[in-house]
């Protein structure tokens, strides 16, 4: 299964370089030739590298570098330049990646969506090599904490206004983690409670008045909606840097061209070698 690509002269040359970026050993990957470099005009000038594809190899290649090097070929296909710093386990076996990029706002997307399908990615393929669905969480610069605060903060905002308004509040569309989030929020809140409703895997938590027997319940009425500027600009907080204005831009994102995207050996662009 190819998990990476990379640019080089030689077979073991090319072996080598992904091995460092996959921190493992030349023979627990292999290297195959691609596209073949050409040599300068008539012979003369320098040889441009031959582009190689590295295969994981069953039973040798770490899970890790798998999962590596994945990620590192689908956000180069993207048009970005993602690193891997590092993949630890979770007290509930789950694989916690840790990434930094320069395009980090790019990557993660609207309300996490452009992150949430790379995840998916990386869960199925990853499965097709190991045989076993794997659970594998990605983050990339503090994302997911900074997610999470926000729908901490606003579960408890909501909350508030339902015990307020004795209305009932149903909350975006979230992926189960993130639903999760919620549910544990509000958990010990005796004055709500929540449930899942909808289909599929992205579902709505609802936030109602928990039933008191002989309370009175306030039956002002309750605005329909949260302000959506004020929607907009808490979770604009959570993006990092100026990556975070790309919500608001064209879809044709200015990606550079193939030949001026760094591979990843980093024979060419302008990024810095992970």
Do not use: C, W
Request: charged content about 30%; hydrophobic content about 35%.
């Amino acid at each position: 299964m190819q998990i990476l690509e990379v640019k080089s002269t030689t077979d073991k040359d090319a072996s080598k370089k992904a091995a460092q970026i996959l921190k493992i050993q030349p023979d627990e990957i292999e290297a195959r030739l691609h596209i073949k470099g050409g040599g300068g005009f008539l012979g003369l000038g320098s040889k441009e590298p031959s582009t190689y594809r590295i295969f994981a190899i069953q039973g040798k290649t770490p899970t890790e570098a798998v999962i590596t090097g994945i990620i590192m070929f689908v956000t180069y296909k993207m048009g970005y330049f993602v690193t891997v710093e590092e993949i630890e386990k979770t007290d509930e076996d789950k694989l916690y990646v840790t990434m930094v990029s320069e395009n980090a706002g790019h990557v993660i997307g609207k309300r996490g969506k452009t992150l949430e399908s790379l995840q998916f990615i990386v869960n199925l393929v990853t499965q097709q090599f190991t045989g076993e669905p794997p659970k594998i969480l990605l983050d990339i610069e503090n994302y997911r904490k900074r997610r999470a605060k926000y729908l901490a903060d606003m579960a408890i905002r909501m909350a508030d206004a339902v015990a307020k308004y004795g209305k009932s509040r149903l909350l975006e569309p979230l992926n189960p983690f993130e639903r999760r989030l919620i549910h544990v929020e509000l958990q010990e809140d005796d004055r709500v409670e929540t449930e899942s409703e909808g289909t599929g895997i992205y579902k709505r938590v609802r936030i109602k008045v928990r039933p008191v027997p002989g309370a009175e319940v306030n039956t002002d009425k309750m605005p329909e909606e949260v302000p959506a500027d004020q929607d907009e600009i808490d979770e604009e907080k959570i993006l990092v840097g100026s990556d975070a204005d790309h919500e608001h831009e064209d879809d044709d994102v200015n990606s550079p061209l193939e030949e001026d995207v760094q591979y990843a050996d980093g024979n060419s662009g302008d990024h810095n070698n992970p």
